[in-house]
């Protein structure tokens, strides 16, 4: 059984409060999730003073677009104590922390931190500098493809696998870059195209409003589910009103779980919890009235009954033509040494 790497994406659903970053470890903790990520960037290095808030932004935060990207973006920070902090913080807990790095900086103190597997996000994917430092490390590699085109992943695979990266240890996450991705946008089998053009092992990045897409991700062959939670959707910020709260996140690994045993190995043959109904379930055949000894069998002396446990209906054509060695009476279940 393949088992899904599940990673619960607190991202800044902290709100830039290490108390409030806690509650959320404890949270992916409880939920079964195998990763808790974070994210790890300065404002000045992410973005222009210039820069406006994305549609969805400025409508979960019901905002105006007074406030810049930077300004959001500088509240909801996390310092280099913050990071050791929360790291320690899952270490006790006993789940992997992890977090995505925004810039060169921030990729060397999650170095520093001990990281051995790096998420380069959507918005990322076409950062030359950014794709070539992380290719040099020839370590675990996460992509997520939102707002990609096939060409574009393509092209960001190049740059990995020529600064070093094997192809094998990159898994390509399709992805929609809206907060929430409305369903008729969310076009799974794109993760399937990837995985078959590109020959990439491929998971699946949620920003839908519910549990059941990643679900049937699962079903399709994902390798790693990537969903963003939070404690609370009401709280103030920009990804808490596309993310699960806890019981919700809980929810969804306990169904990821459920997939990963469904979906069993792939060869079609009775399991050991059915074996036992075969001969309750299935025919034998059975006379359909009463035969004197000597009677040659022919197919209007037989009905199909269960129990399933005498001579299979598949063999009726060896019945018919046999002699009966016995007087019979109908209903009587046919045994291979009733006839001749």
């Known amino acids: 059984m393949k ?7 607190a991202g800044v659903n902290h709100n830039g409060s290490t108390e409030i970053a806690k509650q959320l470890i404890d949270a992916a903790y409880e939920s079964g999730a195998d990763i808790v990520k974070f994210q790890t960037f300065k404002a000045e290095k992410l973005v222009s003073k210039a820069a406006k808030k994305a549609v969805y932004q400025i409508e979960n935060m019901k905002e105006d677009t007074a406030d810049s990207q930077f300004d959001m973006l500088k509240k909801l920070e996390l310092t280099v104590q913050d990071h050791h902090i929360l790291k320690s913080y899952c270490e006790q807990k006993g789940i992997e922390f ?11 103190l999650l170095r520093t ?3 051995k597997r790096w998420k380069i996000p959507s918005g990322e994917v076409t950062n030359l500098p950014l794709l070539q430092t992380i290719g040099t490390f020839n370590e675990e590699v996460i992509l997520s493809s939102g707002m990609c085109t096939l060409d574009e992943i393509k092209d960001a695979l190049k740059i990995l696998i020529s600064s070093g990266t094997s192809i094998d240890k990159i898994t390509v996450l399709h992805c929609n870059t809206e907060y929430p991705t409305p369903m008729h946008d969310v076009n799974l089998n794109a993760m399937i195209e990837i995985r078959n053009t590109l020959g990439v092992k491929t998971g699946y990045s949620d920003h839908t409003t519910g549990i059941e897409i990643p679900i049937a991700a699962v079903a399709l062959g994902a390798l790693v589910i990537e969903k963003h939670f939070t404690l609370d959707r009401n709280l103030e910020g920009p ?16 169904a990821i779980r459920n997939i990963e045993q469904a979906l069993g190995d792939g ?7 059915e074996i036992k109904n075969i001969s309750i379930a299935r025919k034998s055949i059975h006379l359909k009235h009463d035969l004197f000894s000597g009677h040659i069998i022919t197919k209007d002396d037989l009905m199909m009954k269960r129990p399933g446990d005498g001579i299979s209906p598949m ?14 009476l109908a209903d009587h279940k046919l045994s291979i040494n009733d006839i001749e």
Do not use: C
Request: no cysteine; hydrophobic share 40%.
């Open 3 to 9: 088992r899904t790497l599940i990673i619960a994406e």
């Open 98 to 108: 992890w977090s995505t790095a925004f810039d060169e900086d921030s990729i060397q």
């Open 239 to 254: 990804d808490h009103k596309a993310s699960l709260e806890p019981d919700e996140l809980k929810a969804m690994v306990k």
């Open 315 to 328: 063999k009726m054509y060896d019945v018919i033509g046999k002699k009966t060695k016995y007087p019979f």
């Open 113 to 115: 931190l001990g990281i």
């Open 267 to 273: 060869i079609k043959n009775p399991s050991a919890s």
